[in-house]
Structure formats: structure tokens, C-alpha cells
């Protein structure tokens, strides 16, 4: 009964999806590594091709401006079309959320939602809220 629990898998963020140029949507977690990558590389335009046409404001400040890698995939709780991505990144600013601080070398953790759309798996938001749900309110730098 007393299992420890299985080590996250790391996001290999610095790589592009399989095919050059097609943003690889086909499951949440392979569609958060991807959202993450072009973030990464400043690749605006193939970033609209993951993001839900209703999504407000899906790429937060957060990431990459607080966050980086190492980045890593927690859980994936999915339920018909849509889906929780459950990920952490490292903290590499000091930056305040939730009434927390965070300092350089932290891992945070936060949840991406996703939906699916056309067989395609598409973001409505990189980071939901913290663990009581609370949704995500304004990021301040310390």
C-alpha cells in the first residue's frame, strides 16, 4: 500500500515535434510538450495553430518569463474532450503567485487545460490555477 509515486516524465522541451512544420496535437500531453517547445522558440505562428480560437490570454506570463526548463509531465487526467495536463517547470526568476513566492531553482506545479477539436487536442489555458482551484490572478516579479 505504501508505493512511492512514479517519478514525472520529462518534457524534452529543446526538441521540435516528430514532423518538421505540424504541431504534434495528438494527445494532451504531446500537445503541451508542443505548445511549451514553440514557446520556447518564439514560433508565434505555428503556436496559433494549438490554441483554442476562444482561448483569452492561453500563453501566461509565466512561462517562459519565471519558467523553464526542466520541464515535466506530473499526470494527464482526460475525460471525453477534454483534459487536465498536470506539469512542472523550474523556477528561474523570483516571481509571486497565489500569495506564494517562488525563488530560482523551485519546481512549481501547474495544470494546462486542453480540449479536443477535430481529433486534434488544442489549449484553452497553459495554467489553470493552484491546487484549491483558485484561478490565476496577476504575476508580480520580486
Do not use: M
Not at 505555428?46 to 520541464?71: F, H, I, M, N, W
Amino acid at each position: 500500500y505504501n508505493q512511492p509515486a512514479p517519478p514525472p516524465i520529462t518534457f524534452f522541451v529543446g526538441r521540435s515535434p516528430d514532423e518538421p512544420g505540424v504541431p504534434d496535437l495528438s494527445t494532451p500531453a504531446a500537445a503541451v510538450q508542443t505548445i511549451l517547445f514553440l514557446i520556447d522558440q518564439g514560433t508565434t505562428d505555428k503556436l496559433a495553430l494549438c490554441l483554442l480560437e476562444e482561448t483569452d490570454d492561453a500563453v501566461s506570463d509565466l512561462y517562459p518569463r519565471y519558467l523553464g526548463q526542466p520541464v515535466g509531465l506530473v499526470e494527464v487526467i482526460e475525460d471525453a474532450e477534454s483534459a487536465k495536463v498536470v506539469w512542472e517547470a523550474a523556477v528561474h526568476t523570483a516571481f509571486s503567485l497565489h500569495g506564494k513566492r517562488w525563488s530560482p531553482g523551485e519546481t512549481i506545479t501547474l495544470t494546462a487545460r486542453v480540449v479536443q477539436v477535430e481529433g486534434l487536442w488544442k489549449l484553452v489555458q497553459l495554467h489553470e490555477g493552484d491546487e484549491d482551484d483558485t484561478q490565476r490572478q496577476d504575476v508580480s516579479p520580486n
